[in-house]
């Protein structure tokens, strides 16, 4: 009933910049919380920054100063700019929302995109 589509990742240099798109479509009602989060290669999926309806923006320690996170609520659309890549940022990207539905109920349940590729190398 759901979809988060992400796109904009690829292959960057250290210190290349980068911007993430995560649309959401579907039977959507209203969406709170937007995020993005990460798992490097070998490791536990970690959050990167989060933004809620309000457009107040939380971000992980070690990405503070180089990504901005953004959202259009009238595109369902949040947004991760990163700049100052570093090959540490490398990693499969994911589109976090809590979304409730139309329909009955006052529900908000956790969707997930697919992942999105972000390679920093040289």
């Known amino acids: 009933q759901v979809q988060l589509e992400e796109s904009g990742g690829g292959l960057v240099q250290p210190g290349g910049s980068l911007r993430l798109s995560c649309a959401a479509s579907g039977n959507i009602f209203e969406i709170d919380t937007m995020g993005w989060y990460h798992q490097p290669p070998g490791k536990e999926r970690e959050l990167v920054a989060l933004?809620?309806?309000?457009?107040?923006?939380t971000y992980a320690d070690s990405v503070k100063g180089r990504f901005t996170i953004s959202r259009d609520n009238a595109k369902n659309t949040v947004y991760l700019q990163m700049n100052g890549l570093k090959p540490e940022d490398t990693a499969v990207y994911y589109c976090?929302?809590?979304?409730?539905?139309?329909?009955?109920?006052?529900?908000?349940?956790?969707?997930w995109g697919r992942g999105t590729q972000v390679t920093v190398s040289s």
């Open positions: 976090n929302a809590l979304i409730r539905l139309k329909g009955p109920g006052l529900r908000f349940d956790d969707y």
């Open positions: 933004i809620t309806a309000g457009g107040r923006p």
